[in-house]
Nanobody, 123 residues
Framework: QVQLVESGGGLVQAGDSLRLSCAAS????????MAWFRQAPGKEREFVAV????????SYGDSVKGRFTISRDNAKSTVFLQMMGLKPEDTAVYYC????????????????WGQGTQVTVSS
């Protein structure tokens, strides 16, 4: 059983940067692909970014490509999401998720989820 705890969310202004962290415990972190999803009120959960187990491959949702960067530190069992050039439409609860050896952009493929961290971007 893998436990995921996100941190780093907050209230920022448009154009600001923010870095989210997700600390994992209870499993072999380096065998999991790690992803970030987000969900705004009244909307479906949206794929943001994914990084494979080794960190050698990443993929991003179209709405964040070029602004967000996902990375991981397997020694610290932590995945990060560096967000730059934040926009009001980035406002959402951000969730990290783990998929064994995966790398999917689909929520249904993920086995473990964190509780989420709120990011609010004011205009």
């Amino acid at each position: 059983q893998v436990q995921l705890v996100e941190s780093g969310g907050g209230l920022v202004q448009a154009g600001d940067s923010l870095r989210l962290s997700c600390a994992a415990s209870g499993g072999s972190f380096s065998t999991y692909a790690m992803a970030w999803f987000r969900q705004a009120p009244g909307k479906e959960r949206e794929f943001v970014a994914v990084i494979n187990w080794s960190g050698g491959s990443t993929s991003y949702g179209d709405s964040v490509k070029g602004r967000f960067t996902i990375s991981r530190d397997n020694a610290k069992s932590t995945v990060f999401l560096q967000m730059m050039g934040l926009k009001p439409e980035d406002t959402a609860v951000y969730y990290c998720a783990a998929e064994k050896y995966g790398g999917s952009s689909k929520t249904q493929h993920y086995d473990y989820w964190g509780q989420g961290t709120q990011v609010t971007v004011s205009s």
